[in-house]
């Protein structure tokens, strides 16, 4: 992963404004990056082409402010055969201003911020208490669908996990 940064890095540098990745969460192709710029579009930019994937640039700031929303969340009610696993569904961009997010069977759904969602995901078990393979539902990303489908634009979804390591990292 550290060869991947820095072969990511040096693509950064090479442009304006200047980017510069500082750390990412285990495998899972979440970094943490600074730059002087204040512009997330300018930013955001820097990134597009790279690795052949879209990417969502947000502000550490409103991704730590989240968080703590997220982790004061009180957790749906127990379901059996259900884990429920709390996340937080981000915008690509500066966000949607208004419109209301609307829960679904995949997961409970709610407004942090126009550009942030809190999300408890539905994860289903096997019979033994661990996370069922053949019931994924979609995973994350299809938690990040339904809510684009509702708000619209590009949103990604990330389990608390990966969004407290890569603050941690």
């Known amino acids: 992963m550290a060869d991947w940064v ?13 980017v510069e990745i500082l750390g990412y969460f285990r495998q899972t192709g979440n970094f943490m990056a600074t730059s ?5 579009e300018e930013v955001t930019e820097r990134f597009d082409g790279l690795l052949d994937t879209e990417w969502v640039v947000r502000p550490l700031d409103d991704v730590a402010s989240a968080l703590t929303v ?8 127990t ?11 981000l915008h690509g961009g500066a966000g949607v201003p208004c419109g ?5 069977a995949r997961a409970v759904l709610w407004r942090i911020s126009p550009a942030i969602v809190g ?12 996370l069922n393979p053949s019931e994924r539902g979609g995973g994350w990303g299809a938690v990040a669908e339904d809510v684009g489908r509702q708000l619209v634009g590009r949103w990604t979804a990330r389990s608390q996990t990966t969004v407290q390591g890569l603050i941690d990292s």
């Open 119 to 130: 999300a408890w995901k539905r994860d289903h078990e096997d019979e033994n208490g661990r």
């Open 100 to 104: 209301a997010v609307t829960s679904t």
């Open 70 to 77: 997220l982790l004061a969340a009180p957790q749906p009610e």
């Open 79 to 89: 379901e059996t055969g259900i884990r429920w696993t709390a996340g937080l569904v």
């Open 6 to 18: 820095s072969l990511l890095n040096a693509h950064l540098a090479a442009g304006q404004p200047r």
């Open 36 to 40: 002087l710029s204040g512009v997330l």
